[in-house]
């Protein structure tokens, strides 16, 4: 069963839509002693990383996902969702994030090194490139093109944790992770089939945790 986490700031539907199609069983809460019974975890997210981690912080929900996370259970971050993964943003101003993987969000510019100008937000579809094409979340899927919407762009040092990658203004980390933690920049739920299969492996990866318990 996933749990995905309601915070008031996440793309609640279209993640729910996307798991009946693939008929999973899901539930949506914002309440920790329910989500603790999940076997796996989506935080979703559309909107400001402050806001979004004063919420959780504010409902108890930024610790119950740190600890979640350090006890090895499965989460996936979509968008917001996986730029609170990461250690801090400068939205709105310096904001710690969960600090589950290294690197920092920072906003695109909108100026190429060349001096080009370029438009912010990146919306739109971009092609992935796979970087551990072996990665779980990317078993059997095929490399195409997948939908992103987003002024901000994790930057790390850290390239162990880049799964998979698109391109606009220099390199876009789109599938992050280590180990149990995961995430993805674009909107799986919303990119069609490549969307899709990446959302199917990760429910995989959470039915395959349950065998293992």
């Not at 008929?23 to 809460?29: E, R």
């Not at 603790?36 to 929900?61: C, H, T, W």
């Not at 162990?160 to 280590?178: F, K, L, Q, T």
Request: charged letters at 20%; a negative charge; aromatic letters at 8%.
């Amino acid at each position: 069963m996933i749990g995905v986490i309601d915070y008031g700031m996440g793309n609640l539907h279209s993640v729910s839509k996307a798991l009946e199609r693939l008929n999973k069983d899901y539930f949506v809460s914002e309440k920790v002693e329910e989500l603790q019974k999940a076997d796996g975890l989506i935080l979703p997210g559309v909107g400001s990383f402050r806001d979004a981690m004063e919420i959780l912080q504010n409902e108890g929900l930024a610790d119950f996902v740190v600890e979640w996370a350090k006890s090895g259970k499965p989460l996936l971050g979509i968008c917001l969702g996986m730029q609170l993964l990461f250690e801090e943003s400068e939205e709105n101003g310096e904001t710690k994030g969960l600090n589950l993987l290294p690197g920092v969000v920072r906003r695109f510019p909108g100026v190429s090194a060349e001096g080009e100008t370029y438009k912010v937000p990146h919306m739109g579809w971009n092609q992935l490139e796979f970087h551990q094409p072996d990665h779980s979340l990317l078993k059997d899927v095929e490399n195409g093109h997948v939908y992103f919407v987003h002024s901000y762009v994790v930057r790390t040092d850290d390239q162990s944790v880049v799964i998979a990658s698109s391109n606009y203004d220099g390199e876009v980390p789109a599938v992050v992770g280590r180990a149990n933690i995961m995430g993805t920049q674009f909107h799986p739920e919303k990119s069609s089939f490549i969307g899709m299969s990446i959302l199917a492996n990760y429910v995989k990866v959470v039915e395959g945790s349950q065998t293992n318990e």
